[in-house]
């Protein structure tokens, strides 16, 4: 798997704002915006990553996937104050 296509699986399931996906063709670390994070806890941010990738993960083509889930709004906000 490629970075571009696991980029292309999450933005097909999830309204992506701003969308990273870096790695090395088994680890990977992806930064994910997206208004259908308004109102979610971070686990069920990442449990809609994670429904993006379907068969993928449990076939373990993806074998690792860190991430960050944002609304647009918090991530306008650490835009505007970088830590």
Not at 53 to 59: A, F, N, S
């Amino acid at each position: 798997m490629t970075a571009q296509e696991l980029q292309t699986l999450i933005a097909a399931h999830l309204d992506c704002l701003h969308l990273e996906v870096n790695g090395d063709g088994r680890h990977w670390y992806a930064v994910v915006v997206s208004p259908a994070f308004e109102g979610k806890r971070l686990i069920a941010r990442h449990q809609m990553v994670y429904a993006a990738m379907g068969e993928r993960i449990r076939r373990d083509e993806v074998h690792a996937l860190s991430m960050q889930t944002h609304t647009p709004a918090e991530w306008s906000a650490r835009q505007a104050n970088p830590a």
